[in-house]
């Protein structure tokens, strides 16, 4: 079955830092691939989305690239911020079914 | 403000007391989910509606109900609860059932506690 495959955390960084957290996926037939963000003590929220091959979803700074060939949407920042502190979900949606990833916790210190 | 709503935010009871946690949208989305995260192991669905009186199962429904009566609630509902349904609930929904573009919207979550 489809299924997310994320890096584990926790990432800790210094603020400015360049972010990279790897995201890889399997998948029949042509997923919409999404970043989620959840800050402490909140629910999951859209970050980004990309619903076709090379497509580029981007928010807040945040891009990701959706790569078919790699099956791939690995989330980038260029310069992170303390704010930017919180866990990550990659996932994939396929019709109505949501799949996520088990999520990377970041840490940014100022 | 368009939002999920969920109740109560925290829940501490004991085993096999019948609890309930609620679930409210105001986006008249048609699809709704619930789901538990574990450390660990994500966000794993339990259960899914795609409409009113239309529910099924997700990867994990074992020890737990759901109903959807109305289009806007969708509660959760654990008959005889047990130690290992301790987790962080999310209760989402969504429209455009069949459009890749639709994200999931969230409520703020339920931690519970079961003794």
């Known amino acids: 079955g489809d299924s997310v495959t994320q890096m584990e955390g926790p990432v800790t960084l210094s603020e400015e830092a360049f972010l990279t957290i790897n995201c890889t996926y399997t998948a029949t037939g042509y997923p919409s691939l999404f970043w989620y963000v959840q800050y402490p003590g909140e629910g999951l929220q859209l970050l980004l989305k990309a619903t076709k091959a090379d497509d580029k979803g981007s928010n807040k700074g945040f891009e990701a690239t959706y790569r078919k060939e790699t099956t791939s949407f690995h989330l980038e920042k260029g310069s992170v911020q303390v704010s930017d502190s919180a866990v990550y979900f990659c996932a994939l949606r396929g019709g109505f079914k949501t799949i996520f990833g088990a999520g990377t916790r970041l840490f940014v210190k100022a | 403000e368009a939002q999920v709503t969920q109740n109560p935010r925290y829940l501490i009871t004991v085993t096999g007391k019948k609890l309930t946690v609620t679930c409210s949208q105001n986006m008249n989305h048609e699809y709704m989910s619930w789901y538990r995260q574990d450390p660990g192991l994500g966000l794993r669905q339990i259960y899914y509606s795609m409409n009113v009186e239309v529910t099924d199962k997700g990867d994990v429904p074992e020890g737990y109900k759901v109903s959807r009566k109305e289009k806007r609630n969708f509660p959760l509902i654990l008959e005889s609860p047990s130690p290992n349904q301790t987790s962080l609930y999310f209760c989402?929904?969504?429209?455009?059932?069949?459009?890749?573009?639709?994200?999931?919207?969230f409520g703020n979550g339920t931690r519970l506690t079961v003794t």
């Open positions: 989402a929904s969504s429209s455009r059932l069949r459009d890749g573009n639709s994200p999931l919207h």
